[in-house]
C-alpha cells in the first residue's frame, strides 16, 4: 500500500511543483538573455532597460525563493491532505498511520532535494555562455581529480548528501509534527502549529546542548583535537546522524500517536 | 405504478392492498407475473425486504387464487367456457360422491 | 456474524460525554436508521465505526474485529462534506478508488457517472456541488463492501437528488452487506430502512424494526421520533 500511496502523493504535488520548476527554468533562461541584450552593442531603449532588469531581479528573488516556496507547498499539502476535508478520505484508506507518514515524507524530501537541483541549473541557465561553461567544466574536472587523487573526498562528498538527506527527512517530520499536535485542537489550529513547531525546535536545541554537554563530559576537547582529520570528520558525521535520527524519531512518533489517536477533523 | 403510503401502518401490507387493487382494478392482468422484489423495491422506493414480504403475503393469499384465475384462461383459450367448466365440474363431483 | 456489534461503548472528548454505554448489533442484510437530532452522538458512533476516532471505553467490532487496516477494507464511508481532491478528474478518482480497494467496481462506478452524464474526464474542482456530492456516493456504493456508513447522505439536497440517492441505495441492496444512514430527516428516509436507532445525548432511546413501529404504533416512525425528542 505505500507504493500506491507514494504514487498518488507524487501525481498530486507534481501538478503544482512541475509548473514552477518550470518557471524558474524558463525565467533563468529570460535572465541570460535580457543580460545579454543590455550589454549589448549600442544603447537599449530605457523601457527595455527596465523589463531586462526586472527579469533579472525576477531571476534572483525566484532563486531565493524557490526553496522558501517548495517547503510552504510541501507544508500545505500534509496539511490539506491529512488534517483537511480530504483527511476524512485518506484515513479511512485501509493503510496504516505509518505508510500515511512515509508517504508524505519521502516525497516532501524528494521535492526539496529537486528544487535544490532546480538552483543549480537555473544559475547554469542565467549563465549560459560557452566561455562559462567551459570554466564550469574545468572546474568540476579539477574536482573530480581531486576526489580520485585525495583520499576520503569520494566519501566525505557521499556522507555530506547522506546527512543532507536525512536532515531533509527530519525536517520534513518536524513540520509534520508540529501540524499533527497545532490540527488536534479545536480552534487556531495554524497558530498552535507554528507554536507547536518553534516548541519542537527549542526540545531539538535543548536536547543537541545536553548531548554535546555529555560529549563534553566523556571526552575532552583536546582528545577531538588530536584526532586525525578524517576520524574527526565521521565522529562529527555519526554524531551529527545520531542526533537527526534522535530528533526525527521522536517527531515521527509524536506524528504518529497525534494521527492515530487525536485526529480531528471538523 | 402510483406508490402512496399512509404513514401509519406497516408498509408491506399497504404494498399488498395497493397491488390487490391493481389486480381487481385491471391494472394489474390476472396471472401475469409480478414483479422481482428489486424491481418492486426500487419503484416503491422501499426496502427490499419489505418488498419481498409484501411479495411473500401476496403469494400466500393472492397469488394461490391468482392460479386458479390463470386455470380458466387457459382452459378458455382451449375453447372451454366457464359454464362448461361448471357444469364439469359439478359432474365430477357427483360422481366422486356416489362412490 | 453481526456486521457490527458495540458493548457498553463510552466516548468522552474532555468533560463532554459524546457515547454513553452504547448496545448496537447490526445484522448482515439490514438497511439500518440511525436518527437522532444534531449533537446526538451518531457523527461520533460512525468516526469510531470507520476509525477515524478510537474507542473510550467498550467494544467496537466490526465484522468481528476491532477497527483497524483490516475493517476499513470492508467499510466503504460516505461523509457529510464533500472531500474529493479538487485536481483529480472523475476517471482518476475511480483510478483511485480502484487501487486502494479491491472491492470497488469499476465498471459499476463508470456506469452510473454516465447514467448522471458526468464525463470521465471532468475534473472535480469543475464540477458543480451536486454533482460532487454523487460523485462521492456513487464512488461509495460502487464498493461492494460489507458495511455502507453514510452520514447524512440527503442533508441539503434538492428532492430529484434525494430520489437519486435512495433509489441507489434500494438497487445496490445486497443481503451480505448492510448499510447505516445517520440522519436527522427522517420523513424523506423511512420506507427504505429496515430497522430503526434513536439516539440522544449518546445513548440509545429506542432501537426496532421500522416496520414494527409502524404496526404497533399506527405512526410513521417520523411522528414517534418527534415524540420521543420533543424537548
Not at chain 2, 418492486?40 to 403475503?57: C, K, M, S, W, Y
Not at chain 3, 465505526?49 to 473510550?56: A, F, S
Not at chain 3, 482518476?92 to 465498471?107: N, V
Not at chain 3, 445496490?172 to 445517520?182: H, L
Request: net charge neutral; aromatic share 8%; charged share 20%.
Amino acid at each position: 500500500m505505500l507504493g500506491k500511496l507514494l504514487k498518488h502523493e507524487l501525481r498530486a504535488t507534481a501538478h503544482t511543483m512541475l509548473p514552477i520548476f518550470g518557471v524558474m527554468l524558463l525565467v533563468s533562461a529570460l535572465a541570460n538573455v535580457c543580460a545579454r541584450l543590455m550589454n549589448g552593442p549600442g544603447n537599449t531603449p530605457v523601457v527595455l532597460t527596465i523589463i531586462f532588469t526586472l527579469v533579472v531581479i525576477l531571476f534572483g528573488v525566484g532563486l531565493f525563493a524557490i526553496g522558501l516556496v517548495t517547503v510552504f507547498i510541501m507544508v500545505r499539502r500534509f496539511r490539506d491532505n491529512l488534517l483537511r476535508d480530504e483527511g476524512y478520505i485518506m484515513h479511512t484508506l485501509p493503510v496504516s498511520v505509518h505508510a500515511q507518514i512515509w508517504s508524505k515524507v519521502l516525497v516532501s524530501s524528494l521535492w526539496y532535494a529537486a528544487s535544490s537541483v532546480i538552483m543549480v541549473l537555473s544559475v547554469l541557465l542565467v549563465s549560459w555562455d560557452v566561455d562559462t561553461i567551459m570554466e564550469i567544466g574545468n572546474v568540476a574536472g579539477r574536482i573530480i581529480r581531486a576526489m580520485t587523487r585525495e583520499d576520503h573526498v569520494a566519501e566525505m562528498i557521499a556522507e555530506v548528501l547522506a546527512l543532507l538527506a536525512l536532515g531533509s527527512l527530519v525536517t520534513s517530520l518536524s513540520f509534520d509534527a508540529a501540524l499533527s499536535i497545532g490540527h488536534a485542537f479545536a480552534k487556531n489550529k495554524m497558530a498552535l502549529s507554528v507554536l507547536a513547531f518553534v516548541g519542537l525546535l527549542i526540545l531539538g536545541e535543548v536536547f543537541t546542548y545536553y548531548m554535546a554537554s555529555l560529549a563534553g563530559d566523556i571526552g575532552s576537547l583536546e582528545t577531538f583535537a588530536s584526532l586525525t582529520f578524517i576520524k574527526g570528520w565521521r565522529v562529527t558525521c555519526v554524531a551529527g546522524a545520531g542526533l537527526m535520527l534522535v530528533m526525527g524519531g521522536a517527531c515521527y512518533g509524536i506524528t504518529a500517536f497525534f494521527l492515530k489517536r487525536k485526529l480531528n477533523l471538523e | 405504478m402510483e406508490w402512496r403510503f399512509d404513514p401509519g401502518g406497516a408498509i408491506y401490507a399497504q404494498m399488498v392492498a395497493r397491488i390487490k387493487e391493481a389486480i381487481a382494478s385491471g391494472a394489474l392482468a390476472p396471472g401475469a407475473r409480478l414483479p422481482a422484489v428489486r424491481e418492486l423495491a426500487i419503484d416503491a422506493g422501499v426496502n427490499p425486504n419489505t418488498a419481498q414480504r409484501a411479495l411473500a403475503e401476496l403469494e400466500r393469499r393472492e397469488l394461490a387464487r391468482g392460479h386458479a384465475e390463470s386455470f380458466v384462461t387457459a382452459m378458455a383459450a382451449l375453447g372451454y367456457s366457464g359454464a362448461e367448466l361448471e357444469a364439469f365440474l359439478k359432474n365430477y363431483i357427483r360422481e366422486k360422491e356416489e362412490e | 456474524m453481526a456486521v457490527l456489534t458495540c458493548r457498553g461503548l463510552t466516548k468522552k472528548f474532555g468533560s463532554t460525554v459524546a457515547l454513553d454505554g452504547v448496545d448496537i448489533t447490526v445484522e448482515p442484510g439490514r438497511i439500518v436508521g440511525l436518527l437522532g437530532p444534531n449533537g446526538s452522538g451518531k457523527t461520533t458512533l460512525i468516526k469510531l465505526t470507520n476509525g477515524l476516532l478510537q474507542p473510550g471505553a467498550g467494544e467496537i467490532l466490526i465484522d468481528g474485529k476491532k477497527p483497524g487496516v483490516e475493517t476499513k477494507r470492508i467499510v466503504s464511508y460516505l461523509p457529510e462534506r464533500s472531500c474529493l481532491p479538487d485536481w483529480m478528474t472523475a476517471g482518476e478518482l475511480m483510478g483511485f478508488y480502484k487501487d486502494f480497494y479491491a472491492d470497488f467496481d469499476r465498471d459499476a462506478a463508470a456506469g452510473m457517472l454516465s447514467r448522471l452524464s458526468i464525463e470521465e474526464k471532468q475534473k472535480i474542482k469543475h464540477m458543480s456541488k451536486g454533482t460532487r456530492e454523487k460523485v462521492q456516493l456513487i464512488m461509495v456504493m460502487a464498493r461492494r463492501a460489507g458495511l455502507y456508513l453514510l452520514d447524512e447522505p440527503i442533508g441539503g439536497v434538492d428532492p430529484a437528488a434525494r430520489d437519486y440517492i435512495l433509489n441507489t441505495i434500494i438497487s445496490s441492496y445486497n443481503p451480505s452487506a448492510s448499510v447505516i444512514i445517520s440522519t436527522h430527516l427522517i420523513a424523506d428516509v423511512e420506507k427504505v430502512l429496515d430497522d430503526v436507532i434513536f439516539i440522544s445525548c449518546g445513548k440509545i432511546m429506542l432501537a426496532a424494526p421500522a416496520e414494527d413501529i409502524r404496526e404497533q404504533r399506527g405512526k410513521s416512525v417520523d411522528e414517534v421520533f418527534r415524540e420521543v425528542f420533543k424537548c
